[in-house]
């Protein structure tokens, strides 16, 4: 079973913040809700306006660093941009540019992310 981890970009402050409900510095204010009872397949997240919500993906990269939804990966061998992370809601898992997350995290590496690094994409 994967690790559930989040992150948070918050766009007024232009800084990763922490989502550990149990920290005291810039703690989110965030909260999960499951409508249905438990093992509800409805969960509606709640969080501060300006944050972007990052899911971790249960995956690392070719260097062990762990892969985050927005995250930048590029082929370890020719340099090249893969391009970022996402989830794909029709086949229900993540990718990265044209390719399945799981391929890539073989010869790929998280060089940066899609709020502090688009620079990267541009230039591919």
């Known amino acids: 079973m ?3 981890k989040f992150r948070a970009w918050n766009s007024v402050l232009h800084e990763y913040r922490t989502i ?3 920290s005291g510095e810039h703690n ?3 909260g999960f ?8 397949k409805v969960t509606t997240l709640y969080r501060s306006a300006g944050d972007v919500i990052e899911q971790y993906t249960g995956l690392k990269d070719f ?4 892969i985050y939804e927005g995250d930048i990966l ?27 997350l799981y391929e890539c995290t073989r ?6 992310n899609i709020h502090e690094n688009a620079d990267l994409l541009e230039e591919q």
């Open 74 to 100: 590029q082929d370890v061998d020719g340099g090249n941009i893969v391009g970022f992370v996402e989830y794909d809601d029709a086949f229900g898992e993540y990718d990265c540019g044209d390719n399945n």
């Open 20 to 22: 550990d409900m149990n």
């Open 63 to 66: 260097n062990g660093v762990e």
């Open 28 to 30: 989110l204010g965030m």
């Open 2 to 4: 994967r690790e559930i």
């Open 107 to 112: 010869d790929c590496q998280v060089v940066g």
């Open 33 to 40: 809700e499951a409508k249905g009872g438990i093992g509800s």
